[in-house]
């Protein structure tokens, strides 16, 4: 299910959104209240699969998310994880997400909520504390 969320590399998605999108899909939120959180960036794999985060867990976070493209979360400081989201308006700024694994970052985007999945459409992403 995460993995659908992410647009892929090189393609032109934007054609495919068009007036009626949230119409047409019933199951996806519409963006919402912009927001700024900060927390440290997960793999979502290793993390649910067995709960694997912090500076111990860097490199293999790291080749998750750089050679695997598996989903990236963030772990708030209150415990929950929200699903990054490579926003279409500003996809270039996700890419340093995957350099970034395990570390405590500041994410200012949009909160979307789909099928009680929450997630936030990154307009960027900067190390914690710049």
């Known amino acids: 299910l995460a993995v659908a969320a992410f647009a892929h590399e090189g393609e032109d998605?934007?054609?495919e959104h068009g007036k009626g999108h949230a119409k047409e899909n019933s199951a996806a939120a519409a963006p919402g209240e912009a927001m700024t959180v900060t927390g440290e960036v997960l793999d979502l794999s290793c993390y649910l699969g067995h709960a694997s985060k912090g500076k111990e867990h860097q490199k293999c976070a790291k080749a998750c998310l750089l050679d695997k493209k598996v989903p990236?979360?963030?772990l708030t400081a209150d415990g929950s994880v929200l699903l990054l989201?490579?926003?279409h308006k500003y996809e270039k700024?996700?890419?340093p997400v995957g350099e970034l694994a395990a570390q405590t970052v500041t994410v200012r985007g949009r909160k979307v909520?789909?099928?009680g999945l929450p997630g936030i459409?990154?307009?960027s992403v900067?190390?914690?504390g710049k």
């Open 13 to 15: 998605h934007g054609k």
């Open 72 to 74: 990236a979360g963030l």
């Open 85 to 87: 989201v490579p926003d």
């Open 93 to 95: 700024a996700f890419k």
């Open 113 to 115: 909520v789909s099928g």
């Open 121 to 123: 459409l990154v307009e």
């Open 126 to 128: 900067e190390k914690a």
